[in-house]
């Protein structure tokens, strides 16, 4: 096929069937790092990752889902959302991507919160001692409850995969990939003294992963959030549920690696997402510090409010039920609720952290 641009290819006319070659090199020195979203194999527990950004083909102005399936019975594939029989869902075009699994009989099935979750790891009895499921279910109890979603979801089934794959601590990173409705997590394998600290790092991944996914279920009329949006509350959020549901020194040291409220940042919120859109990543890591930073001074306002007892939590869905201005900004009616609070503070903290 003629490439047309990166990572897009034209096929020739009447062509029918294309056909290609995933490479998936072996991971042997627990050296994957979830970010990169590339597909491998797991020689020690035998499956393989499959990931759709970096492997499969979307049709493109296809807005409708296509599906994948195995030609061979015999290799079992696993992904986040099943069609009918043996079929996986992957999403339209403007949609996010999605992983699937190759070749694993331990999945671990369960329910929660309204839906259908399944857990993969390459090391099942580590994955079990680090209790890295369970923190999970509390995240996604968390989650759930403040984003209202047994309601918003009414009868329709949703499911999620979860997949882990441990990472050596010389790395000195977590990292963790969201797609449509699957995710990939790193988790820390040494046994040191900073096994816990490790752990809640790992469950923050995971609930700003999950926080995503868990809005794109429930935003399904509204245009997407601006890229600034939609990362610093998925950040400042998994900092907010980590702290609720296993509050102690490690995760405040946590917290306090993201939230400051003393830091003297140079441009604007807005500024950044405009660069980010121009192809400058460099400054992308100040969505989750500056842009956390910002809830967490919101939500300290509201709280101190009599109208808004639960601070950010009272408005999160109102938010999220918006329509967001094309220039990125917040929409004009929630700043308006949000000023009942403390109009000047309020306009302080906008001015500092979003700019124009």
Same mark, same amino acid.
């Given at each position: ?40 194999? *797991? ?13 499969? *083909? ?26 009918? !029989? ?53 995240? *996604? ?7 209202? *979603? ?15 794959? !441990? ?100 441009? !604007? ?9 121009? !192809? ?77």
């Amino acid at each position: 096929m003629k490439q047309n641009a990166e990572g897009e290819w034209v096929s020739p006319a009447g062509c029918k069937e294309i056909y290609w070659t995933v490479d998936l090199p072996d991971i042997v020195n627990n050296d994957y790092l979830a970010s990169t979203q590339q597909s491998i194999h *797991l020689p020690k527990p035998g499956w393989s990752l499959l990931s759709e950004p970096s492997s499969l *083909l979307r049709v493109k102005g296809d807005k409708s889902a296509s599906f994948i399936k195995s030609a061979d019975p015999s290799i079992r594939l696993i992904g986040a959302k099943k069609l009918t !029989g043996d079929t996986w869902k992957i999403p339209s075009e403007s949609s996010a991507p999605e992983f699937f699994v190759i070749n694993t009989s331990n999945v671990n099935r369960v329910q929660l919160n309204g839906l259908d979750v399944n857990y993969i790891s390459d090391n099942t009895d580590l994955v079990e001692r680090l209790q890295l499921n369970d923190m999970h279910a509390k995240v *996604l109890g968390a989650l759930s409850d403040i984003l209202k *979603l047994k309601s918003k979801l009414e009868n329709r089934r949703e499911s999620v995969l979860v997949v882990w794959i !441990g990472i050596d601590k010389r790395l000195r990173g977590i990292n963790g990939a969201a797609g449509h409705r699957s995710f990939v997590a790193n988790y820390i394998i040494d046994d040191d003294p900073n096994e816990s600290i490790n752990r809640y790092r790992a469950m923050m991944v995971i609930a700003h992963e999950q926080f995503h996914q868990l809005v794109d279920m429930t935003r399904t009329r509204n245009n997407s959030l601006p890229n600034w949006v939609s990362e610093s509350l998925a950040q400042y959020y998994a900092l907010h549920v980590l702290a609720k549901i296993a509050g102690s020194p490690e995760t405040q040291r946590i917290k306090s690696e993201f939230i400051k409220p003393d830091a003297d940042y140079k441009l !604007g919120l807005l500024e950044l997402d405009r660069k980010n859109q121009a !192809g400058d990543r460099s400054l992308y890591h100040l969505f989750y510090e500056q842009g956390a930073t910002f809830w967490q001074a919101i939500d300290e306002t509201l709280r101190e409010s009599k109208e808004f007892p639960d601070g950010l939590d009272s408005v999160i869905n109102d938010l999220l039920s918006m329509d967001f201005p094309k220039n990125g900004s917040l929409p004009p009616d929630f700043i308006g609720k949000i000023r009942h609070a403390d109009e000047k503070r309020l306009d302080d903290i906008l001015n500092k952290y979003i700019g124009t």
